[in-house]
């Protein structure tokens, strides 16, 4: 698959081919649809790449979208593709929690596409930082990696695999109870991990309605709904939320 890769070398998505202009619309419907937000809402896409997904998020939903990343090349190309009076793109560091701190706390909903995953060895300080960004009866949406898939298992487990792909050191993917549990922990409530998405980002134009429509059923199918691709996350922040995250107790995957 061909690959964006950022300033410092790192993989950070796919090229825009039929198949994955399909996948993320429809990943971009799949988060308005859990986040519901109203006119006047306000959006905060982690590690918005260029821009892609927020233009989508707008065009789906009537909230606003504000994207950050760490690449400042990425989000001069956001700011120039996309940029609009619904649509803002900023520079920000989520491993800094003085760069988290500073994006506020008042945003409708945090969502993401394939973003958590970056955090993984340091998910349970970086979870209770992202839930106060969101707003109190808020959501957090994120699109991750499924480690029950093959070839996911495979790049994020195998060292020379994960040189070709170009993963970060600091990558992981995700099992639901792993992710669920350090969710529940850093306080969040309902949360609700699915098996998403079958088709393929470079997959040949002619087989994505076919691929599409095979994957649609088989996420809905016990067991063979593990080989998907990603896990579909969405979690709330209480509407009375002002507690501290659970003590931390251990989970296994």
């Known amino acids: 698959m061909t690959s964006i890769v950022d300033d410092r070398g790192f993989n950070q998505g796919y090229s825009w081919t039929p198949a994955q202009a399909l996948r993320m619309r429809r990943r971009a419907k799949a988060i308005v649809d859990a986040v519901r937000p ?5 959006l905060l896409e982690l590690g918005c790449g260029t821009g892609e997904l927020a233009s989508l998020l707008a065009e789906e939903g009537p909230a606003g979208v504000t994207g950050v990343d760490l690449c400042a090349p990425f989000i ?11 649509v803002s793109f900023e520079v920000a560091d989520l ?27 340091v998910i349970d300080e970086a979870l209770p930082l992202l839930r106060r960004l969101v707003a109190p009866g808020g959501k957090f949406v994120f699109w991750e990696p499924n480690y029950f898939n ?18 970060e050191p600091a990558e992981m993917a995700f099992t639901p109870r792993w992710i669920r549990a350090r969710l529940e922990r850093a306080g969040f409530t309902d ?14 134009p002619v087989l994505v309605p076919l691929v599409t429509r095979a ?7 016990p067991l063979v ?24 107790a251990g989970a296994g995957r």
């Open 191 to 204: 949360v609700q991990v699915t098996f998403r998405d079958f088709l393929l980002p470079n997959l040949p």
């Open 38 to 42: 109203g006119p006047g809402g306000r």
């Open 150 to 167: 093959p070839y996911i298992m495979a790049i994020f487990t195998v060292p020379a695999l994960r040189k070709v792909t170009r993963l």
């Open 76 to 86: 001069d190309e956001a700011r120039r593709r996309f940029g609009n009076d619904r």
């Open 95 to 121: 491993a800094q929690p003085a760069e988290i701190e500073r994006l506020g706390s008042t945003w409708s909903a945090v969502v993401g596409n394939g973003i958590l995953h970056h955090l993984y060895y």
């Open 225 to 248: 709904d593990h080989l998907a691709q990603s896990l579909f996350i969405v979690a709330s922040v209480p509407a009375d939320a002002t507690g501290e995250p659970r003590p931390r």
């Open 215 to 221: 994957g649609d059923l088989a996420e809905r199918l």
